[in-house]
């Protein structure tokens, strides 16, 4: 019998998708909207492989790229609800066994016990799963975030680190069918329960996507816009608060005398600078980043990690990083990912000159694979 998907699920899944990246774009939205409407009034109640990648293709080609986590949820959906279902798959299960032995060979995995940091943590991950449906995509994490300190997630593509990002301020919630289990405490309150204010939590942990996605405002009034929403300052508060963001965020001396201008106008890196200022107004206690200079040139990348440096005296920070030179020019902590799983993690230090782990010592030295 051929393998199908219920339309509910494939419109879960679907949403999903959206979000797998970690950034709400706008014409996948759109595009989500119009398949959603239209497979509503299918008569159809269930659909084929063939029908359901064709959806998700829609989707994800509609802004014209497709980024690896897409591609990544993709693979891993259809595997879990298509290809799990098929007759004569003997051969493939015990070659998918084989390879799977041979992937976490030489991964030993530290205990809750065996985290340490030197100061006070500012959150807490403790024996964190993650699944997507039935997709599992994190394994019993656990991890302390040092207050005032700045922790690099690095680890190879599709290992969890941006997954497990978004878990600390509950963006996941977004996604439908994401279960999450374990808990993550923050200041020593378990934000996993339903009680938890998440207005407030995102307000307090902030992020700063691997894109810069400024509003299609002036550059005040993208400093502007989220204190507004969360405060009710005078005018004259506001322009100090505005001021003071772009100046913490190193851009106030290229921007002072264009604010009324679109921040989209702005160059790429002051773009990310810019989202960085809308994150600080704000005031939260920790800043979460992911990939912030990915899309960036050299020069912009130098200056956002002299930001990233000069933030922690203020902040916690956060970065998930597919660059060792990075990881190790402004992290205090490393933790090395690798299938869903946080294979090492301590002092960057100690993680880039002494790792425990033969996984670890293979990925930072560039023998991975």
Known sequence: MTPTIDRDDLIAAAEALVAADGEL????????????????????NSFSLNETEAIF????????????????????????????????????NVID??????????????????????????????????????????????????????????GPSGCGKSTLLRCLNRMNDLIPICKIDGEISFEGEDIQRRTT??????????????????FPKSVYDNVAY??????????????????????????WEEVSDRLHELGTSL???????????????????????????????PIATAKIEE????LKKHFTVVIVTHSMSQAQRVSDYTGFMYLGRMAEFGKTEQIF???????????ISGRFG
Not at 199 to 213: A, D, E, H, S, Y
Request: proline share 4%; charged share 30%.
């Open 97 to 154: 066994a084989t390879n799977s032995t041979s992937a976490t060979e030489g991964l030993n995995l530290v205990s809750t016990d065996e985290l340490e940091i030197d100061g006070d943590p500012h959150i807490w991950v403790r024996n964190l799963d993650l699944h997507y449906g039935s997709v599992q995509t994190l394994f019993e994490v656990s991890v302390p975030i040092e207050k005032n300190a700045v922790t690099a997630l690095i």
């Open 307 to 310: 930001l990233i440096l000069e």
């Open 197 to 214: 204010d998440l207005v407030t939590l995102r307000r307090r942990i902030g992020m700063v996507f691997q894109k810069p996605n400024p």
């Open 57 to 92: 293709r829609t989707i994800t080609e509609s802004d014209g790229e497709t980024s690896f986590e897409e591609t990544s949820f993709i693979r891993n959906f259809i595997e879990a609800n298509f290809d799990n279902h098929q007759e004569n798959r003997e051969e493939d």
């Open 25 to 44: 774009n706008e014409q996948e939205v759109k595009m989500l909207r119009i398949l959603i409407e239209s497979v509503e009034e299918s008569e159809e």
């Open 353 to 363: 000159s002494n790792p425990n782990n033969e996984l670890t010592r293979r990925y």
């Open 267 to 297: 160059s790429g890196g002051q773009q990310q600078r810019l989202c960085i200022a809308r994150t600080i107004a704000v005031e939260p206690d920790i800043i979460l980043m992911d990939e912030p200079c990915s899309a960036l040139d």
């Open 226 to 251: 989220g204190v507004r929403l969360h405060y009710k300052p005078s005018r004259r508060r506001l322009n100090e608060i505005v001021e003071n963001s772009l100046k913490r965020a190193a851009i």
